[in-house]
């Protein structure tokens, strides 16, 4: 098993960034906000606990996140490559994945920070658009869909994501900066961080990321 993770602030490009990295590679991408979406949608037990939090902009707790991600690499087989998303979030979360990752005989092998500017993650999360039925990500003037309101790939509705609105983009942004983008520093002692600008275009980030984890091994 392999495990990388794509971290970084809301906005950063996590989930575009995946969706290309998905497209090109084995990965298979693993991302607590979107689980947790789904669980909301559903109105499983998980969506009827996390909802509250998403919805003012605060972090689920960590003994649901950690069950979820559990409940999925259970699932997974011996040979699988995951791409973590949005996960690990806080220190606890951090611990919990490397002892996943050693009980399953695997190990992170590097960990993506994707920057950008706040001005940046501002303007991209207030214009984003997500397709209800595909999960497929717009942004009204950055990655626009031919038709507006409607998804290319699946004719799809778009719509703004409810933690989308400024007051909550802003509630997030500080509980990134005070709870998770700790994180970096204990990933950079590791030796496993590697920064990559996110503030170019999506290909740019996608291609460069690519080279790294195709690199042949040991070089
Ligand atoms: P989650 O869904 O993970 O949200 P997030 O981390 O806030 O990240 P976003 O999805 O907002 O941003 P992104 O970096 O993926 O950017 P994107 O690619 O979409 O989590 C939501 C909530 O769930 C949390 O607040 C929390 O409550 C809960 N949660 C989730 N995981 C948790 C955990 N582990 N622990 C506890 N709670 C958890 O891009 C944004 C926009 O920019 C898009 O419109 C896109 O089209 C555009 N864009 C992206 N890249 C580019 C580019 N290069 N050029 C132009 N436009 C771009």
């Known amino acids: 098993m392999k495990a990388i993770i794509l971290f970084g602030a809301p906005g950063a490009g996590k989930g575009t960034i995946a969706e290309g990295i998905k497209a090109a590679s084995p990965f298979i991408h693993i991302s607590t906000g979107d689980m947790l979406r789904e669980a909301v949608k559903q109105g499983t037990a998980v969506g009827r606990e996390a909802e509250a939090y998403m919805k003012r902009g605060e972090l689920v707790p960590d003994a649901t996140i950690i069950r979820i991600v559990e409940e999925r ?27 996943s990752l050693a009980r399953r005989g695997a190990r992170l092998d590097v960990v993506f920070q994707l920057a950008a500017p706040r001005e940046l993650l501002m303007a991209r999360l207030t214009g984003r658009r997500v397709c209800r ?59 496993v961080l590697v920064t990559v600008d996110s503030a170019r275009p ?11 984890v195709q690199r042949p091994a040991g070089s």
Do not use: W
């Not at 999506?202 to 790294?212: C, F, S």
């Open 73 to 99: 690499l259970d699932k997974g087989g011996k040979d699988d490559a995951y791409m973590f998303d949005g996960f690990p979030r806080t220190d606890a979360q951090a611990r919990l994945l490397d002892e």
């Open 133 to 191: 039925k595909c999960g497929a990500s717009y942004h009204t003037i950055n990655i626009p869909p031919k038709r507006e309101g409607v998804c290319d790939r699946c004719g799809g509705e778009l719509y703004q994501r409810p933690d989308d609105q400024e007051s909550t983009i802003l509630k997030r942004l500080d509980v990134y900066d005070q709870q998770t983008q700790g994180l970096i520093q204990y990933y950079a002692k590791r030796g």
């Open 202 to 212: 999506r290909q740019d980030t996608v291609a460069e990321i690519l080279r790294y």
